[in-house]
């Protein structure tokens, strides 16, 4: 599997733990993480784009562990 | 192209990652096979219910299993802590490496209530990272050990229930990683 598809279903495993009444507010704050990160990518210096995907990965984690607990 | 359609509602059951990050993913080294991300986020997940104050972020703990030199120092320090018998001496020389690995972790409040639990996220990661690497024996005498340690530097019977607890979901990360083939973490 390549690393995007691998990536895609690491996402959508995280968000199956959401419980059901949290995913609406998961998905829009994922949405809202999304675009921001997209507007950023323009801004970003190749060198910079591991630092982004930690960067991602850390905001991820904070908005998973707010919606995971039940 | 960098946008992509976005989820507009949660009935969609599939969500997409942002197109940045697509972008991003090709074309950096990534330390870790993404596969293991989930169980990443588990841990951490269940570490910070069991250490609330521990302010560390996921990028933090990511960056430490990237580094190799971390990596070497808490193997070599897990070493220690599984093999030795305590004595004042030996007691003493884990006191200087507790203190250079915590020169080396992004860990921001080493001061005085948190020290223990400071210590306890070392050792923590100290078996998870041994773990990893595949050295580890998580045996009677290692888990002794441990707790001699935590009573000689003062713990109170809290914070060894609590070290308890951090045993139990170490002893679930052992079973998550498997013998098997322990290095398969950092394999691609």
Redesign the interface.
Known sequence: ?N??K??????????EKIPEDK??AF?EE??R???E??E???ETP?EK??E???????NL??I??KY??G | M???L??P??NKT?????????????????PF???R??EL?RF??EF??KFPDLEI???DL??IFADDKIIRHLKEFYEYLSTAIFNSEKLENLKVKLEALGEMLPYPHKESGQALAYVAFIVALAALAAIIIGFFVFDVAAVQNFEKLLRALGADEETLKKFNELVELIRKIYQLFGLADPLRFFKR
């Open positions: 599997m690393q995007e691998e990536f895609e279903k690491f996402l959508n495993e995280i968000f995913k609406q998905l994922y949405n993480l999304s675009k990160y997209d950023k990518f323009n190749p784009y591991e982004f995907f930690f960067s991602f990965l850390d984690f904070e998973y562990y995971s607990r | 960098i946008e992509k976005r989820n509602d949660v599939r969500i997409n990652p942002p197109g940045a990050l697509s972008e991003v993913i090709g074309r950096i080294e990534i096979p993404l596969s991300l989930v986020f951490f997940e910070k219910n972020n996921f990028r990511l960056r």
